[in-house]
């Protein structure tokens, strides 16, 4: 009997990638990449106000230049057994949409105004908006954040949604609902994106909007009056259910399966967010912290649903039933920026070559190697009480208890505090936001048996990687694959297209397995749990006094 094939589609923060995956060994037919290229020029972003935004035809373009790029890849017997495509997406990223059910910048009328784009997780315009919808909540008969941690951030949907119809009123008038962007591509393939019709993810619904059984799904349309007028008719334009993502979608539309030259047959699973997909694609088991670590972090745990129970776990990004598999209790945690961090130094410190027309040719050279030369010498530095403590914060603090508006310093500075001192110390600080969490966690009375890590500093750095099992004093494993993420996509596609009965049953047979393990240092565990606790103090001084 002929083997399936599965298509497991990654949009990350700059790029897009498809992965086409043999459902009965997990082995890797093909791969292809395609970065977004509005986005890649700087477009509709503006990182001093904290804006991030892609648009839709950034997307669009990604995902048909990379699938049809990977089958060039495949034989026609695999194009032939391809059976399902599932789609992971960074989020909460949601856009505003007419009654079709079409993004505003995809209408001439819109098409350059960024409040018809996509929103990115770490555009933080919304602050004061996610303030608001806090203090509502902590004064309305049912507090709706209780099951996302007691906070509502500014990185997700009801946040972003508010603040772009009060800053627009072209874009408000024009608006029926707003969609997160793992819904709407899924939705695109079918050829259904009609916002009242199309399966919204559960792992988006419950994480960022709000969305929960004791609820009856959203909550109701008085709170959302009473938040602001302009939100009188929202839920007019919204879905009371939400699906886990091991369900269908629908199947491949007319369209885009002519686009494809692939059969219209094939099964589009319901889309999820990438770190809850990468998880799977990991093979995150029971109280197992699965650490995807690029740009920022998304944490993720999962817990038999019945054994978690009515307990509400404070401070955290939520805790949804059937987010990440079903049946499990799926918390996610993070930090909003971890690479972030190390590229924002690796710039001020390349500022001169920017500058400077005769060091232009050795720019990217140096640019290239800049964050391996400062981990060489990092790694060979001690760690004791005099060393240089920085806190996480440039990008604010996703958790425990989100605050977006907290910003990062770097203190215990002097003369001799060398470039590769201070990344030393950005490093400790990205380390020591991870352990933040995992106490969280451990003091809400969830216990971490397990950290698994994947993803783009998992895989690349064994300096920051050991430094940060010495701060947690815990075994780390790093995922084999370097595409976790579109992995645990094509898993969900194998499920949703009924190859396997169960996430359980594709892990076993499409698991990458893990290929570095790193243990704690016990000297070094030592000296970080005193410099931990000057992390604490540091962190307690900028929060109460600025």
Not at 162 to 187: F, G, N, P, Q, T
């Amino acid at each position: 009997m002929a083997s399936k094939y599965t298509l497991g589609i990654d949009y990350g923060t700059d790029s897009v990638r498809c992965l086409i995956v043999n459902t009965s060994d997990g082995n890797t037919e093909a791969i292809s990449e395609h970065y977004y290229s509005r986005w890649k020029e700087g477009k509709y972003c503006k990182p001093e106000i904290s804006q991030f935004r892609q648009h839709p035809l950034d997307y669009l373009e990604g995902i048909e230049t990379t699938i049809i790029e990977a089958l060039k890849n495949v034989t026609q017997e695999i194009r032939n057994n391809i059976v399902g495509i599932s789609v992971d997406t960074t989020g909460s990223t949601p856009v505003l949409v007419d009654k079709s059910g079409t993004p505003l910048a995809l209408l001439p009328a819109f098409e350059e105004n960024p409040n018809g784009m996509f929103i990115l997780w770490k555009d933080h315009r919304a602050n004061k908006e996610a303030q608001e919808i806090n203090e509502l909540s902590k004064n309305w008969h049912t507090d709706y954040t209780k099951y996302v941690g007691g906070i509502y951030s500014s990185e997700w949907f009801w946040a972003k949604y508010l603040h772009v119809i009060r800053e627009d009123e072209a874009i408000r008038k024009e608006a029926y609902s707003c969609v997160e962007l793992c819904d709407w591509i899924s939705a695109h393939l079918t050829g259904n994106v009609d916002p009242k019709t199309l399966k919204r993810s559960r792992c988006a619904a419950g994480h960022k909007a709000l969305w929960h059984k004791e609820f009856g799904g959203l909550p109701p349309q008085d709170f959302w009056t009473a938040l602001d007028p302009l939100f009188a008719n929202v839920t007019e334009g919204l879905f009371s259910e939400s699906y886990v993502s091991t369900e269908s979608m629908g199947t491949l539309s007319k369209e885009w399966a002519a686009k494809l030259n692939l059969n219209e047959n094939i099964i589009i699973g319901v889309g999820g967010f990438d770190a809850h997909m990468g998880a799977v694609g990991g093979c995150v088991e029971s109280y197992t912290l699965c650490k995807i670590i690029g740009t920022s972090t998304c944490d993720i745990l999962i817990a038999p649903s019945q054994e978690i129970g009515n307990k509400l776990i404070k401070g955290i990004c939520g805790q949804v039933d059937g987010s990440v598999t079903p049946n499990m209790m799926g918390m996610e945690a993070g930090q909003s920026a971890f690479g972030d961090l190390y590229a924002w130094f690796r710039n001020v410190l390349l500022f001169p070559f920017e500058e400077i027309k005769e060091c232009t040719d050795q720019y990217q050279t140096i640019k290239s190697q800049l964050i391996v030369k400062l981990s060489e010498k990092a790694s060979l530095l001690p760690t004791d009480e005099n060393s240089v403590v920085t806190l996480d914060w440039m990008n604010g603090r996703r958790t425990p208890d989100a605050n977006h508006a907290l910003k990062g310093a770097i203190a215990n500075l002097n003369l001799g505090s060398s470039a590769p001192i201070i990344f030393k110390s950005i490093v400790d600080a990205t380390a020591f936001g991870s352990k933040q969490i995992i106490k969280r966690f451990e003091s809400e009375g969830i216990p971490i048996k397990k950290v698994i890590a994947m993803g783009g500093v998992a895989k690349k750095s064994v300096f920051v990687m050991q430094t940060l099992a010495n701060v947690l004093n815990l075994p780390i494993k790093v995922v084999r694959s370097e595409n976790a993420c579109a992995l645990g996509a094509a898993m969900f596609a194998a499920v949703a297209a009924g190859v396997y009965n169960s996430i359980e049953e594709a892990q076993q047979k499409m698991s990458s397995g893990f290929d570095a393990e790193y243990h704690p240092q016990p000297k070094e565990v030592i000296a970080y749990e005193h410099l931990f606790e000057k992390y604490v103090k540091l962190g307690n001084l900028i929060e109460k006094q600025f």
